[in-house]
């Protein structure tokens, strides 16, 4: 295999194999805890601008396959492990993973101590970074991943969000659901679908005029990628449909809807990305096991003179995981209660959201 390097803007440097596209790629990296689930998370467009590194050590043991894609195509920047299996097995798998990366124009590198490097982003912070397979000399490769772009300052949203208005489901007509897609990920719609809701899915500058005069039951505010504070259009449109119609919003969705009743965002240190974390509700206490996928989130005590009520906290940092407008029908989690990958403990959100509906 061809040799690969993996250069950080502190001046460390990695060294493995190239087992996807053959090229360079920059962008911000961060970790993801989750054993499996690699197909459902470098298809997952609130990873554009990143490059991902997988904590668990083997991956590629089950392959690829048609059903598990949860956008139109990969967004993720890159793709970092410790070993890949070249021989999969799986009654699912038709595909192998490094074939799947090279298909796409992923490139990825294995063969690097993952478990060092994610402790220096848990210390430290992500980080900028390039992949390369060239033969560039390293203080031109760390001066270049020094001047990659970050997260904030681009709209990322608008690179993954759909072109065109679609439906999903018109055999259902119980409820009608608006889904403003900031890249939103399949099993949202499907998650939707299947409890009885026709979805229009439209692009993420849609107007407040053009959602409402579809006369929803309910409009839904979906994940995506980047800074929350990048997509003022979206927070404009979501302050126009407060009071007017029921909203649920989910991740960079929780964030925007947060954005939008006042209160404020900021960058986590190294975020939240993996099928593992503990979140408390706090009306009733009880813990579930989430998905999530966030590099920002909501500044807890920018909540407190708001008409918003903080509902779930994550058990590991305190973060706001939850939110609920006091008066209007709104509310908002950070994590993925649509899981894929993940559990599936928090799946009665849209059961709520139906209810509220």
Request: charged share 25%; with cysteine.
């Amino acid at each position: 295999m061809q040799q690969a390097k993996l250069v950080l803007e502190d001046g460390t440097i990695f060294t493995g194999q190239s087992f996807g596209a053959a090229r360079e790629t920059s962008g911000e990296i961060v970790f993801n805890t989750s054993m499996t689930g690699y197909q459902e998370i470098l298809t997952d467009a609130s990873y554009k601008g990143e490059i991902v590194t997988m904590t668990y050590p083997l991956i590629g043991n089950y392959g690829t396959n048609e059903e598990d894609i949860e956008s139109y195509t990969s967004h993720v920047n890159g793709f970092i492990v410790k070993e890949f299996c070249q021989e999969p097995s799986n009654w699912r798998y038709q595909e192998k993973l490094a074939n799947y990366l090279k298909e796409h124009g992923i490139v990825a590198i294995s063969g690097v101590d993952t478990r060092a490097l994610t402790k220096k982003l848990r210390t430290e912070g992500t980080m900028k970074g390039i992949i390369t397979v060239t033969d560039k000399a390293e203080n031109k490769l760390v001066t270049a991943a020094k001047e990659a772009p970050g997260l904030s300052g681009r709209d990322l949203v608008g690179e993954v969000t759909t072109d065109e208005i679609y439906n999903q489901g018109e055999e259902n007509k119980e409820y009608q659901v608006v889904l403003v897609d900031c890249g939103a990920k399949k099993n949202i719609v499907r998650s939707l679908v299947g409890r009885g809701c026709e979805v229009i899915v439209v692009p993420a500058t849609t107007s407040a005029e053009k959602i409402l005069s579809y006369n929803p039951d309910g409009v839904m505010i979906s994940n995506g990628p980047g800074d929350p504070q990048d997509v003022f259009y979206v927070v404009e449109t979501v302050k126009e449909l407060l009071g007017e119609v029921p909203i649920f919003g989910i991740c960079l969705g929780h964030q925007i809807i947060g954005l939008a009743c006042g209160a404020e965002t900021y960058k986590l240190k190294f975020g939240h990305r993996g099928a593992n974390h503990p979140v408390k509700d706090l009306a009733t206490k009880r813990v579930y096991i989430t998905s999530q996928n966030h590099g920002f989130a909501i500044k807890a005590d920018s909540v407190a003179d708001l008409d918003l009520e903080v509902t779930h906290i994550n058990i590991n940092d305190n973060t706001v995981e939850g939110i609920k407008h006091k008066e209007y029908p709104v509310f908002s989690v950070q994590y993925h209660p649509e899981a894929s990958p993940g559990p599936e403990d928090s799946h009665y959100l849209f059961d709520e959201f139906i209810e509220l509906m």
